[in-house]
């Protein structure tokens, strides 16, 4: 079993839905969470990062972090064309070195 | 802010030669920076951390002759790929993370490399 679980999809939804992405992890030492968007041939972007459990929003964007279930989201609301893009969750321990560890990414859709 | 560059963008190099990557933070310092290596519709491989002023630490199974690190100062970091093969042609992708505090990782835009 992966570390951090991520289905690549694709997800695909029309434009204006709401979009729900997911990670499940295994080691329960990960304490910060992150979201990343990746655009085609382009670098990650950081879109939210969030430490230990609960809710954090910013903009259209929502992370959950459910650390008794070891499971996190990432939900966007009102979905543009301009989503579509791959979203890699990562997570690391408190302590050590800090290097997260990534999801290989979901792959989403929002067609006009 | 927390803006992280990357050049080149693009490299085609022939088979045999060695090729620099360069990679800078520029708004923020940065303790530590990654390498990470990319295939097609994968996730991100991490190739090495190094601390500023340090020697990098390599992944298992990431030759450290072949992958040079190169960690200088706080805000610039290089790899250079030495003797490069067809195999290695990949995404490469540097990041960044910040100096203090939040342990935030930023990426730069990547450097596609093709060897010919």
């Known amino acids: 079993q992966k570390e951090v679980e991520q289905d690549p999809g694709p997800l695909s939804v029309p434009e204006g839905a709401i979009v729900s992405l997911n990670c499940t992890y295994s080691n329960s030492a990960f304490q910060y969470f992150m979201w990343y968007r990746q655009y085609s041939r382009k670098g990650p972007e950081l879109l939210m990062y969030t430490y230990s459990s609960g809710n954090k929003e910013d903009g259209r964007f929502t992370a959950q972090v459910d650390k008794s279930s070891k499971y996190i989201s990432l939900f966007i609301r009102d979905s543009q064309p301009s989503d579509s893009a791959t979203y890699l969750c990562?997570?690391?321990?408190?302590?050590?070195?800090?290097?997260?560890?990534f999801g290989r990414g979901t792959s989403l859709i929002v067609h006009p | 802010g927390a803006v992280v560059s990357q050049h080149p963008s693009w490299v085609i190099c022939k088979s045999g030669t060695s090729v620099k990557i360069e990679c800078r933070s520029l708004?923020?310092?940065?303790?530590?920076m990654f390498w990470y290596r990319q295939f097609p519709k994968q996730s991100l491989m991490l190739m090495a951390t190094s601390n500023e002023g340090s020697k990098a630490t390599y992944e298992q199974g990431v030759e450290k002759d072949k992958f040079l690190i190169n960690h200088a100062s706080l805000t610039w970091s290089t790899l250079t790929v030495t003797s490069a093969h067809p195999e290695d042609s990949s995404f490469y992708i540097c990041?960044?993370?910040?100096?203090?505090?939040?342990?935030?990782?930023?990426f730069g835009p990547g450097t596609r490399l093709t060897v010919t």
């Open positions: 708004d923020f310092q940065a303790t530590t």
């Open positions: 990041s960044a993370r910040v100096l203090t505090g939040t342990y935030e990782q930023y």
């Open positions: 990562a997570m690391s321990p408190s302590g050590g070195s800090y290097i997260p560890t």
